[in-house]
């Protein structure tokens, strides 16, 4: 089976616009996803230097983020480039063009306890707009307590203050310039969740502002994931008096505020 043959479900669209997340059944074939094992794996073994350890050091497991690696790994390029990704974007976005991002490894490991705290991703970015999309790709299979959670609706336009996951501090935007998270977990009623137990080749979509959070994961099972970042037309760079994450070396030199992402970081894909 061929990229080609994946077929976007009817329904995909509308519920990505209306809930900012939604599942995508096997948007890689299985060859696609032993490629991308492959490219985790050397990842791994080739970390960057924006990797980090995301977990404790009194963790039992390890989780391993990595950003941005797709211009060195040919498993991840062709995972953005030569799958169904771009077009898949392209849709779900409502966007006439789609541009890569970056990508990101995360990788918990067997056992971790780490929870990954309630947030959205876009405040953390150095960019503005309401056309794009994250895919979240996991490897392994991904039980229900450890798969990703969504707040539906969420993306409609809030920005919620960044924190550091460790230990809560504002380290972007200053304190008060933006709303504080609310109590998600004790309000079900208001604040409904999506999750969705998952499968290798299997894909989580969500908008960049949709909160997310997830759990940790069992001694018996690794998660190795990587999430595809996309931007659409509206994109533009919005620079930041902090560091980003992850950040852009030079970027800011090369592109004013406000300029469309025109730069041979983020290319435009056909």
Excluded at 233 to 253: C, K, Q, V, Y
Aim: glycine share 6%; aromatic share 10%; proline share 8%.
């Amino acid at each position: 089976m061929t990229h080609q043959a994946f077929q976007l479900p009817a329904h995909a669209v509308a519920d990505y616009q209306r809930d900012g997340a939604v599942v995508l059944r096997s948007l890689l074939n299985p060859a696609q996803v032993e490629r991308l094992q492959q490219g985790i794996e050397h990842n791994l073994a080739h970390l960057s230097a924006l990797a980090q350890v995301a977990s404790r050091g009194d963790d039992p497991g390890l989780f391993t983020e990595d950003f941005c690696t797709w211009q060195s790994n040919p498993a991840y390029e062709a995972t953005l480039r030569d799958t169904a990704l771009p077009a898949v974007a392209r849709a779900l976005m409502q966007s006439q063009g789609v541009r890569i991002y970056h990508d990101h490894l995360l990788v918990k490991e067997a056992g971790t306890r780490q929870p990954t705290p309630w947030h959205q991703d876009q405040p953390y970015y150095n960019v503005s707009g309401r056309q794009n999309v994250s895919f979240w790709i996991p490897v392994d299979p991904v039980a229900l307590e450890s798969t990703l959670r969504f707040v539906a609706g969420s993306h409609a336009g809030t920005w919620y203050m960044p924190r550091t996951f460790r230990d809560n501090q504002a380290k972007w935007f200053a304190d008060g310039t933006l709303a504080e998270l609310p109590a998600i977990d004790a309000e079900p009623a208001r604040y409904p969740q999506l999750a969705w137990a998952l499968q290798p080749g299997d894909a989580v979509a969500f908008h960049m502002l949709t909160l997310h959070a997830s759990g940790g994961v069992s001694p018996m099972q690794r998660r190795r994931v990587f999430s595809a970042r996309f931007l659409g037309d509206d994109a533009r760079h919005a620079p930041r008096p902090w560091r980003t994450s992850p950040p852009f070396a030079g970027l800011s030199e090369r592109l004013a505020d406000g300029a469309v992402l025109d730069d041979a970081l983020f290319p435009l894909l056909g």
